[in-house]
């Protein structure tokens, strides 16, 4: 039972345009997500995250989404660069997750490429 | 930044023998360690949650006894694959968290490329 996916395997975008990564999920107790950006051989990079109090949080060129009653979130990268080609993946936790650990479920990623 | 180094990056070992994996955090205190394991075009699947000093809890379906994990101290966790089989080959990633509040981000390791021969 996946409680967080990644429906796009992959994504293919020119440098200049808007990425558009989704991400669903099916735990209503989700209450804080992320995305993380991972390169082959190397582990993933915090990228952004956001509370379910709010509905976007921008960070430079990226701005995630949340949309608690469609339980869906985005992750908008603009402009998008050649450096941004690599695997994304939506993560999401609960307060009552491990207790105070917050343990992380990740969706199966997206791959990301933009061409120059 | 926080960073946490992971070792060794690629290890390749018989059947039969144990393998460990070593996941330090070089310039903070780790509350908690976690450890993921990841199938190619998969997504990582937590195996278990260490604390510092105690033992791991792990997730569903994956045999503490083969899988031993050591959290000794603020900085180092260890991953044991004992009596390592094929099957076990696969990409094995920690994760360490400062602090005890939800702002504080989890730092992954650049992983471990584990291949059983």
């Known amino acids: 039972d996946q409680q967080v996916k990644q429906n796009s395997p992959s994504l293919s975008v020119q440098e200049g345009r808007i990425s558009i990564l989704n991400c669903d999920y099916t735990?209503?107790?989700?209450?804080?997500f992320l995305w993380y950006k991972k390169y082959p051989a190397e582990g993933p990079t915090f990228l952004i995250s956001?509370?379910?109090?709010?509905d976007k949080n921008e960070d430079g060129r990226f701005t995630v989404f949340l949309n608690k009653s469609a339980k869906h979130l985005s992750l908008h990268i603009v402009p998008s660069q050649p450096g941004d080609s690599a695997v994304y993946f939506c993560?999401?936790?609960?307060?009552?997750?491990?207790?105070?650990?917050?343990?992380?479920?990740f969706g199966k990623g997206t791959l990301l490429t933009v061409n120059p | 930044g926080a960073v946490v180094s992971q070792h060794p990056s690629r290890v390749i070992c018989k059947s039969g023998t144990s393998v460990k994996i070593e996941c330090r955090s070089l310039?903070?205190?780790?509350?908690?360690m976690f450890w993921y394991r990841q199938f190619p075009k998969q997504s990582l699947m937590l195996m278990a949650t260490?604390?510092?000093?105690?033992?791991?809890?792990?997730e569903q379906g994956v045999e503490k006894d083969k899988f031993l994990i050591n959290h000794a101290s603020l900085t180092l966790s260890t991953l044991t694959v004992t009596s390592a089989h094929p099957e076990d080959s696969s990409f094995y990633i920690c994760?360490?968290?400062?602090?005890?509040?939800?702002?504080?981000?989890?730092?992954f390791g650049s992983g471990t490329r584990l291949t059983v021969v």
């Open positions: 956001i509370s379910s109090i709010k």
């Open positions: 994760s360490a968290r400062r602090g005890w509040r939800r702002g504080h981000g989890y730092t």
């Open positions: 310039d903070f205190q780790a509350t908690t």
């Open positions: 993560a999401a936790s609960t307060t009552n997750s491990g207790g105070s650990n917050y343990k992380l479920t």
């Open positions: 735990n209503s107790m989700f209450d804080y």
């Open positions: 260490s604390n510092e000093g105690s033992k791991a809890t792990y």
